[in-house]
């Protein structure tokens, strides 16, 4: 157990809607970043927060967003679903900002499916 | 694009014997990192080895990096089959807006068979 929370643990909903996932890091760890891991695709990262700014962005979607909160637990959105974005959704935390000094600790994942 | 790319996309060992894979990046880098990650589950990190180190252990991992060759290689020695998983290296790089960020490689699939 990594000590990352990450709800819910499966989502299905259909093309065109809008879903929130939730992260919650492990105590004391002041960055999240979000991961998006699909079988063409491999572990994409897309953002990352650092003590609720945004530290580093990857190739995330104008449809995604994040946001980390005063308690520190950060939640993506995903809207206008599309089927492509059928995938496993990965939440990591670390103690620091500079992510290649950091180990990560990741969560289990949310299995998000489009239908 | 990604950064690192493993080296073999698949692994088929019996336990016991050694594995190896290798990570080649294309920028230069700060730090690389190997992590583990058993089917369907998230990322476990083994081993971070800065660019100015030339060899790191832990336990039966054994990472070497190569900066003027910009690769890595892993090495698992003696294998078990608990060690079946995919391997995946992540190098750091600047994002579009000039902060560091880490990208994961396409990962090694590892099966040890018992």
């Known amino acids: 157990d990594s000590g990352v929370t990450q709800t819910p643990k499966h989502l299905i909903t259909a093309t065109g809607q809008r879903v929130t996932l939730r992260c919650s890091p492990r105590s004391g760890d002041l960055s999240v970043y979000w991961y998006q891991q699909s079988l063409d695709q491999g572990l994409q990262f897309l953002i990352q927060?650092?003590?609720?700014?945004?530290?580093a962005k990857g190739n995330i979607l104008e449809r995604f967003s994040a946001q980390q909160f005063p308690d520190l637990h950060s939640e993506l959105n995903l809207s206008s679903l599309e089927l492509g974005d059928s995938a496993l959704y990965f939440c990591?935390?670390?103690?620091?900002?500079?992510?290649?000094?950091?180990?990560?600790?990741f969560g289990p994942g949310t299995r998000l499916t489009v239908l | 694009s990604q950064q690192g790319e493993e080296d073999p996309q698949a692994l088929s060992i019996q336990e016991g014997e050694n594995a190896t894979m290798n990570c080649s990046y294309k920028t230069s880098i700060n730090n690389l990192q190997w992590y583990r990650q058993n089917s369907g589950r998230g990322l476990v990190h083994l081993i971070l080895?800065?660019?100015?180190?030339r060899e790191k252990h832990s336990g039966r991992l054994r990472v070497t990096l190569d900066t003027s060759k910009k690769s890595s290689s892993l090495l698992i020695t003696a294998s078990r089959a608990a060690d079946t998983a995919s391997y995946f290296c992540a190098t750091d790089a600047k994002d579009s807006g000039g902060y560091q960020k880490v990208t994961f490689g396409t990962g090694t699939k590892l099966q040890v068979i018992p």
């Open positions: 927060y650092y003590n609720g700014e945004e530290r």
């Open positions: 080895i800065r660019s100015n180190e």
């Open positions: 990591a935390s670390s103690v620091g900002g500079l992510a290649a000094y950091n180990e990560q600790f």
